[in-house]
């Protein structure tokens, strides 16, 4: 439970609302206890036949004998400190003078000036009371929980920003790892389960016990050691609950496991749903998902056998207790004894009017107890679902901004990789001992197999990666001593997969550049060959949503969009992985003639198989297994490098086809 307390310690930057519902809370509880006590003035008074007036003078007479019979006996036993029973007898006699004065002044300054009423109007006056007590209740109750919606919400929106905040920290790497449905269950499912974990916290949990507490409170003032000898089943039941709240925590983790399996067959297969038509592997999928919802229905079912044994053992607990008093209650009050075999309950005898008050009292606790017993496990897996919640919040990300960062001017020398190597997991090396010098301004090519490492090498620069060992210098630099908003903030990248927002043309290219104006994109616009399309083939233009990933536009259309961002940019490092690998030979040529003028002046990494792009480059960079092979024009590679010469001839080969 220790994180779901961090959880709720999220409440404590509102505490005028957490105040506000406690007080609320506090009220309920009160005039709960408050209406079942009128049990007392019901049946002592009003169905008797009496007035107020009567009663209450008749309990000034009793109470005034009994300090006048304490006095005598004390006078007889030698004094208040003669021995341990004349100091009971003291301590008794000083209750009851307490009690004499409170009714001595109930009657004189209450009863008598404005209560002395006939029977009928008493039993009139006790029905409204009721009433109006219940009234109230009600008007707090309504207090209570719309303050406790308010600071239950405002704790898990806080949470949740917190979340999104620290996901978009982790590396790049560990998206890779856990996948977006892990993530989207968390976001979703998990912060709902924490979010009604919140409300029944502060809202039941701290009313429901307040309502124990003043109806256990009413029966400790009729006598605490029949109270106590009544919840003589307490221990074993507070014993079973433990164990069961650990079962119940345990399954609601695994629940939710599971629910984060599912969240990943849905993203996967909607994501992918070209390919699944295009294979017929409709069957497959929904085979796919039953097996993970069936495993979902069997936890489920966990979950709900567990619960369905919380509330009959309250209920048991509830009922065991009332047993073990009307037994008890009875023995005492129809043989006027104050004790149980050798166990003294009480004083003095108990009259039967107040032994209805306190099985008054503890009846009104089994309502409390029932609503318990339904929040004991939202509140598990509200437990469970905070463990999961702050297991992501509590995990640093390994690339991080230095404690004391140097100053990264604009690139204008030199890009090094000084013997770099990196592997994502240790027995799998990706580069091995890897060194190149690009200088300023200058257009290198990485081909290579798939799998060679081309795209690992152009990740390091961006730093979505840092390497095993070895370093990446930018103009003498090491860049894991820059912050990484200055890094960044001098590359452009365009990536094979295009990634447009389900947003405007005109925000998927201010993306480059937030603070751009609006002539500033539909320049960069024109620059990429982009305006045209926009103006002439969209419904509204620069305003025209392109839907999510962009999958109202074309290939083509796509990453000429992107690449209008990146050049609203003005990177002084551009990165072109497969930039032009999913396009059309149209769309390829018009990206192209943006390319040789945009390339121009900066430093720019290309990872390309394609002749057309290799064209651009000033040397071209070849790669297999993690290492460089050799470096050098489109030339001297052919006439040196047999590695390279098969890779030209085999794509030669496809161009021709």
Request: aromatic fraction near 8%; glycine fraction near 6%; charged fraction near 25%.
């Amino acid at each position: 439970m220790n994180n779901f307390g961090r959880s709720l310690k999220l409440a404590l930057r509102y505490r005028w609302t957490l105040v506000g519902s406690v007080l609320a809370a506090l009220a309920v509880a009160v005039l709960w206890g408050g209406n079942i006590g009128a049990v007392y003035p019901l049946v002592e008074i009003s169905l008797k036949g009496e007035t107020l007036r009567n009663w209450s003078e008749r309990q000034v007479d009793g109470y005034r004998k009994q300090v006048a019979d304490d006095d005598a006996e004390l006078a007889r036993l030698g004094g208040p400190d003669a021995s341990n029973a004349a100091r009971h007898l003291a301590a008794s006699r000083e209750s009851h003078a307490a009690m004499l004065r409170l009714f001595t002044w109930l009657d004189e300054r209450v009863i008598v000036p404005y209560l002395d009423l006939s029977p009928f109007a008493t039993l009139v006056l006790v029905i409204g009371v009721l009433l109006v007590g219940t009234l109230i209740k009600s008007v707090f109750l309504v207090i209570n929980q719309v303050l406790v919606t308010r600071l239950s919400s405002l704790a898990v929106m806080d949470l949740r920003k917190e979340f999104f905040r620290k996901s978009l920290r982790c590396d790049l790497g560990r998206f890779t790892a856990d996948g977006t449905g892990e993530l989207m269950s968390r976001f979703t499912y998990d912060m709902e389960n924490l979010l009604s974990a919140h409300t029944e916290f502060y809202g039941k949990l701290v009313r429901e016990p307040l309502k124990m507490l003043a109806c256990l409170a009413g029966a400790a003032f009729v006598s605490w050691r029949l109270l106590l000898f009544s919840m003589i089943l307490a221990p074993p039941a507070v014993y079973l609950i433990r164990k069961l709240a650990k079962a119940l925590k345990r399954a609601n983790r695994k629940l939710m496991e599971e629910m984060s399996e599912m969240y990943e067959i849905i993203d996967e297969t909607f994501q992918g749903i070209k390919v699944v038509k295009a294979f017929t592997m409709e069957r497959h999928e929904r085979r796919r998902f039953h097996e993970s919802n069936k495993e979902f229905y069997k936890k489920s079912m966990r979950i709900g056998r567990y619960d369905a044994l919380t509330r009959p053992l309250t209920e048991v607990l509830g009922i065991g207790t009332i047993c073990v008093a009307l037994l008890a209650g009875a023995y005492l009050v129809l043989n006027q004894a104050t004790h149980i075999g050798f166990i003294k309950l009480s004083n003095e005898p108990i009259s039967l009017s107040m032994m209805f008050v306190f099985y008054g009292m503890l009846a009104g606790t089994s309502d409390p107890a029932r609503k318990l017993s339904e929040v004991f496990s939202r509140l598990q897996r509200g437990a469970a679902a905070a463990d999961r919640i702050y297991q992501l919040l509590d995990r640093e990300p390994t690339v991080v901004n230095p404690a004391k960062p140097v100053n990264l001017p604009r690139h204008a020398r030199d890009l090094v990789f000084e013997n770099v190597s990196f592997a994502y997991t240790p027995d799998r090396p990706v580069l091995e001992n890897v060194s190149l010098a690009i200088r300023a301004g200058e257009t290198i090519a990485i081909v290579g197999p798939n799998g060679c490492g081309k795209s690992t090498l152009a990740n390091l620069v961006p730093r979505f990666f840092d390497p095993t060992s070895g370093r990446v210098l930018l103009d003498g630099v090491d860049i894991r001593d820059a912050r990484m908003q200055d890094l960044r903030g001098q590359i452009g990248i365009v990536a094979q997969e295009t990634l447009l927002f389900d947003d405007t043309v005109l925000n998927n290219i201010r993306y480059g550049s937030p603070r751009a104006t609006r002539e500033q994109v539909v320049a960069a616009a024109e620059q990429a060959h982009a305006h045209r399309f926009i103006e002439e083939k969209l419904s509204a233009g620069y305003e025209t949503v392109v839907g999510e990933r962009g999958n109202k536009l074309s290939g083509g259309q796509r990453q000429r969009i992107a690449l209008a961002r990146a050049i609203l940019r003005d990177p002084a490092i551009l990165i072109l992985d497969e930039a032009t690998s999913q396009v059309d030979l149209e769309s390829e040529q018009v990206i192209h003639r943006v390319l040789e003028r945009f390339v121009r002046d900066r430093t720019t990494v290309i990872i390309t198989h394609r002749l057309s792009t290799l064209a651009l480059a000033d040397r071209i960079v070849v790669m297999n297994a993690g290492q460089i092979l050799d470096v050098g024009t489109h030339a001297e590679l052919l006439g040196r490098c047999e590695f390279y010469r098969r890779l030209h001839e085999l794509q030669f080969h496809d161009a021709a086809a």
